[in-house]
């Protein structure tokens, strides 16, 4: 009987997952990583095997509304292709581990108590995580749960760079930066001695530029500073959430526009950032294919933001001597990496379109002061590291995904 371990990224619409597997007598292996997207619209389930061929790709049906639905769904897929296996550990994402979980954590009923203490802390991530955990608990009882944390990778940064200037009795609370993002610029400070390796123990800055977006400086493969602060509401303008913001506007909604608690989260969190500049859509891929002016007023704010705080993170850093893309655009559009690239030649930066077009790994020329790249962030790999280290399940994830 081979033994499995679960590796899972609950969202709101969306359940991620891989499968590593170990055959009797052997190593850990990918076996299989796929998502169920449209959970409550269309759900579809799609996986692949290691090498990205199909394994499956299949409308479930309408009832499949949320979390838990997609879990059983993806259970049921689990006992087609792999039954008889058993499983021996599952890692989850979760979003915020605010002061205490400063990384990977067993969950245990406390600690999932403490973790649903830090929803109102992220609304649009938190309670999908938890939920995964509680349906994959009760589905696997006995089973190992480990929440691996998007803010860990950050502990350890200066005071200052922590701290948000509001009075201690406040600050005691909890009030500080935490930054986000972390398992994916964790994974990347982690390949950069292979893939990069003049720059590795340098000064980097990595973009993260997704759905959610953020960028991270990085000294000796450490975080240093980030644009995500408390919530995953600060930094660089994203698909639905604004970015930095003058506190003074979310004043003047409560007390000028009477916006309730509830319509100003939601407005920060889902109808701002590109949907809310464009109108259009929150999806870089739809506004680079469109021609309306607020659909390139959208593009062009995400850019210019990006380049803004990449020359704020160079301020930190002292100077820069690498950049990095990853995530959905910083892996995929060439365009943006030109575009932000562009914006900062005054940092010395060249970019090679030849080798920009066709995705890097290096992107900026031989004579750059500067050198860029693109290497594809892997926030599942990173999970299942962590499981495995915690769980002793020797070399869970080091296999190639
Ligand atoms: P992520 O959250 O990392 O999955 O990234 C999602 C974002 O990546 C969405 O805004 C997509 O439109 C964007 N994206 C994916 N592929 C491309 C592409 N080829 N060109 C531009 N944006 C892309």
């Keep these: 009987m081979d033994d499995y371990a679960l590796v899972l990224n609950a969202g709101s619409s969306s359940l991620k997952f891989c499968v590593f597997q170990r055959p009797r007598g052997e190593g850990w292996r990918l076996a299989a990583r796929g998502q169920i997207e449209g959970i409550g619209s269309s759900p579809q389930l ?32 689990l006992r087609f292709k792999y039954g008889g296996s058993r499983v021996v550990g599952v890692g989850h994402r979760v979003v915020h581990g605010g002061s205490r979980f400063k990384g990977p954590t067993v969950i245990t009923p406390q600690v999932l108590a403490e973790l649903y203490e830090l929803v109102p802390l992220a609304p649009l991530h938190q309670p999908y995580n938890l939920a995964a955990i509680e349906a994959a608990s009760e589905r696997l009882p006995g089973v190992p749960q ?4 998007d803010t860990s990778f950050h502990r350890g940064q200066s005071a200052v760079a922590e701290l948000i200037p509001l009075p201690r009795e406040l600050r005691e609370l909890g009030l500080q930066r935490y930054g986000f993002h972390g398992l994916s610029y964790e994974y990347i ?11 590795a123990n340098e000064r980097v800055i990595v973009a993260h530029l997704g759905s959610g977006a953020s960028l991270c400086a990085l000294k000796d493969r450490k975080s240093v500073d980030s644009t995500l602060g408390f919530t ?23 007390q000028g526009l009477k916006f309730s608690a509830k319509e100003v989260e939601t407005l ?45 993170l160079a301020a930190v850093l002292g100077g820069v001597d690498g950049i990095v893309f990853t995530a959905g655009i910083g892996e995929n ?10 914006a900062c030649a005054w940092l010395g930066v060249e970019i090679d379109d030849a080798a920009n077009d066709s995705g890097g790994p290096k992107i900026s020329t031989e004579g750059s002061k500067i050198s860029v790249w693109v290497v594809p962030t892997n926030e599942e790999l990173m999970i299942a590291r962590h499981t495995g280290a915690l769980l ?6 080091q296999e190639r995904t």
């Design 189 to 199: 400070a982690s390949v950069l001695p292979e893939v990069a390796p003049s720059i």
């Design 232 to 254: 995953a509401l600060d930094g660089l303008c994203m698909g639905t959430r604004p970015g930095a913001l003058d506190p003074g506007v979310v004043l003047h909604l409560f």
């Design 333 to 342: 559009s060439p365009e943006i990496r030109e575009r932000i690239c562009e």
């Design 46 to 77: 799609s996986v692949k095997d290691p090498d990205g061929q199909c394994l499956t790709k299949q409308k479930l049906d309408a009832t499949v509304r949320n979390g838990r639905d997609a879990l059983d769904a993806l259970a049921a897929w």
């Design 268 to 312: 920060l969190y889902k109808k701002s950032g590109l949907i809310g500049i464009s109108g259009i859509s929150n999806d870089m891929r739809d506004l680079l294919g469109r021609r309306e002016p607020e659909a390139r007023l959208a593009v062009d704010y995400f850019v210019y933001c990006a380049a803004k705080e990449i020359g704020a």
């Design 392 to 397: 002793g399940l020797a070399k869970a994830a």
């Design 146 to 149: 480990v929440a691996c944390f």
